[in-house]
């Protein structure tokens, strides 16, 4: 069973908001990721972590923050967005760093 | 130079017909390499992986050429359900960590 969750499908916040988006997988993979796709674009790499630990932080803001309470949960922290944030957010996870990776049906966040 | 390229397209393909997408690479030290296939508003979907020369799975067929730097995707006897974008990604070895670097895509639609 190849399956990541996410969740929520669906996020509308404020630029004021504190919001969280999760992830989910029961395959035994040891590295995760979180993405951030526009419109006609591709998946644009935000951090790694790769057994718990993070190991990738592409210049993120840090209005952006991620979390891996453990090996099957991925969790992004969200706060003070800007409209500009506004964006398909992915999460994938893979054996390990660098092997195929399987995404979630991602959330489609609105920064109003 | 862009570390992966693809021609965006779209391609327009009468069904039935093959059809065929290069993916140029210019990290020669690129060690493995993968098609993922998007529809519109989801999340990407692993079409294939390719470590040697090659892989084919059915229809699919996908093919390495290191010397050229380049990894092509066909598809044969293409179907209207082919129709999305074509993502191919490249994973390098860098600043000690695995990267996979992802090319832009290549929208393929598929006319009755």
């Known amino acids: 069973d190849t399956e990541v969750t996410q969740t929520p499908k669906h996020l509308v916040m404020g630029m004021t908001n504190k919001k969280s988006l999760k992830c989910e997988q029961h395959m035994g993979h040891r590295a995760m990721y979180w993405y951030k796709q526009k419109a006609k674009k591709p998946p644009e790499l935000m951090f790694v972590y790769s057994y718990e630990k993070l190991s990738i932080n592409e210049s993120v803001p840090s209005r952006f923050s991620p979390e891996c309470p453990n090996s099957s949960l991925l969790n992004l922290h969200l706060h003070a967005l800007q409209p500009e944030d506004s964006a398909l957010y992915l999460c994938?996870?893979?054996?390990?760093?660098?092997?195929?990776?399987?995404f979630g049906p991602g959330t489609r966040l609105t920064v109003t | 130079r862009k570390e992966v390229e693809q021609d965006p397209g779209p391609f327009n393909v009468p069904e039935g017909a093959t059809v065929a997408f290069n993916c140029t690479y210019s990290n020669s030290a690129s060690q493995s390499f993968f098609w993922y296939r998007q529809d519109c508003r989801k999340e990407p979907k692993l079409l294939m992986s390719v470590y040697s020369s090659g892989n084919e799975d059915g229809r699919f067929t996908a093919q390495l050429n290191r010397a050229s730097q380049y990894i092509s995707l066909l598809i044969r006897d293409s179907k209207l359900s082919d129709s999305a974008t074509y993502l191919c990604?490249?994973?390098?070895?860098?600043?000690?960590?695995?990267?996979?670097?992802w090319g832009a895509g290549t929208k393929l639609i598929i006319k009755p």
């Open positions: 994938a996870s893979s054996q390990q760093a660098g092997y195929e990776q399987y």
């Open positions: 990604v490249v994973n390098v070895f860098m600043d000690s960590n695995y990267q996979l670097i």
